[in-house]
């Protein structure tokens, strides 16, 4: 496996890779606004000008996917056949590499609640729905800083 950072020449791969991942593992937990709402941000005109794409690689298809801007985590996504492999792990390390940021955040959905955990992130506040997309806000904080 190889992680490398995503042109925008690559959106059709990521936005189909992130929309089959969302649509067997969230959305079942967001409302059908909720549901529309996602699908017009991964769509958005200007997703790969605003964030930093990392992708994990097999050979050369796309497994995994994580978009980050300014010590955020927009999107994280691993092909369901990936999963427990280490994919989100070698993601989020090299991720952190190229960030400055002390603190991460993320809006966890909450299926991958648990996946940030392990990663080191801890819940902030409790589940928030906004707009029909649940989530639980998550921080986490690098190299042993403290708030």
Request: hydrophobic share 45%; net charge negative; charged share 25%.
């Amino acid at each position: 496996m190889r992680i490398d950072r995503i042109s925008k020449q690559e959106d059709v791969q990521v936005r189909e890779l992130i929309w089959k991942t969302f649509l067997r593992f969230d959305a079942v937990d967001y409302s059908e606004e909720g549901v529309k709402d996602f699908y017009a941000y991964l769509m958005r005109d200007d997703l790969f000008e605003r964030l930093i794409f990392l992708g994990a690689y097999e050979e050369d298809i796309l497994i995994g996917v994580m978009a980050m801007c300014e010590g955020h985590i927009s999107l994280f996504f691993v092909d369901e056949h990936y999963h427990r492999k280490g994919v989100g792990k070698a993601l989020f390390q090299s991720m952190l590499r190229l960030q400055k940021q002390m603190i991460i955040t993320v809006n966890s959905s909450l299926y991958a609640k648990e996946v940030y955990e392990h990663l080191g992130f801890r819940a902030i506040n409790h589940e928030i729905e906004a707009g029909g997309i649940r989530y639980i806000p998550m921080l986490y904080t690098k190299n042993g800083y403290l708030l």
